[in-house]
């Protein structure tokens, strides 16, 4: 068993659930390697869209965490593998920030992934997967729902695309989070060929799948990202798949694993 998307009391939107029970409940689900991704400070240039502004964990922690996980991995060695790295997120027009701060802790990090939350429409930035209502407000502004899946995928395509030089993380996170709410606003019906579109060129530069299973306890989406046939797709092309849990607390370990096809991932 192998999670390789977790994140941690550092999260300010997540829990308070310290990085050891995290440890011990990932033991107890007899898992042999964990990866802690939390989400990584966002560009000081840019303003975080959600009220409560609390997407990324604060520059000021960032030393402590590593630190805290480093810690972790020596007495836990023995145990379990811990693995130590972040959510980086992909947001157009800032890749030179990103770049720098990949660059400063790039050199001591184990793995990371690389997600798309936010969108910018034709008034401001959304984060797609803040709220139901947050969403509705992106569809009106992009003008309409198929829109806003067309730059949701314009926009993973641009975080392959970029150069985000030498440490940029290889493994894409939750490749359909934009349908998080789709049980109230329904995916366009072609939205399966820009996914696909997206398959081929994350196969092409060699990149990996964040196989999350947070979607699954989603109350309005009810599926992992990717949903099954398509990870069965990715895998049929070489595409590696690497199960995420997305964990926000330490009860949410191993979350949709079994809705998955784990003869699918990467182990």
């Known amino acids: 068993m192998i999670d390789g998307h977790i994140h941690t009391p550092y999260c300010p939107h997540g829990s308070s659930d310290t990085l050891k029970s995290y440890i011990e409940q990932a033991i107890k689900c007899e898992y042999q390697s964990m990866t802690f991704t939390e989400h990584a400070p966002l560009p000081s240039t840019f303003d975080d869209p959600v009220p409560e502004k609390d997407s990324g964990m604060s520059f000021q922690q960032v030393e402590e965490y590593l630190n805290d996980i480093d810690r972790l991995k020596a007495e836990y060695k023995k145990e379990i593998h811990i693995q130590k790295g972040f959510e980086i997120d992909y947001i157009e027009g800032y890749e030179k920030e990103v770049e720098d701060f990949l660059n400063t802790y790039g050199p001591s990090l184990d793995d990371n992934i690389l ?3 936010f ?96 979607g699954i306890v989603k109350e309005h989406c009810k599926e992992t990202y990717p949903p099954l046939p398509m990870a069965r797709q990715a895998s049929s092309m070489g595409i590696p798949l690497i199960y995420g849990s997305d964990a926000h607390t330490a009860s949410s370990l191993g979350q949709g694993y079994d809705s998955i096809d784990s003869r699918l991932l990467k182990l």
């Open 115 to 117: 997600s798309v939350h």
């Open 119 to 214: 969108l910018k429409g034709k008034s401001q930035w959304y984060c797609i997967d803040y709220s139901p209502d947050m969403f509705k407000e992106a569809i009106y502004d992009f003008g309409g729902i198929e829109r806003l899946y067309q730059a949701y995928y314009h926009s993973l395509n641009q975080s392959v695309l970029s150069d985000l030089g030498k440490y940029k993380p290889t493994r894409i996170g939750h490749m359909t989070l934009v349908k998080k709410f789709q049980h109230l606003y329904p995916s366009p019906e072609n939205w399966e060929k820009k996914a696909h579109k997206f398959l081929e060129l994350v196969r092409d530069h060699g990149y990996t799948l964040d196989y999350n299973g947070a």
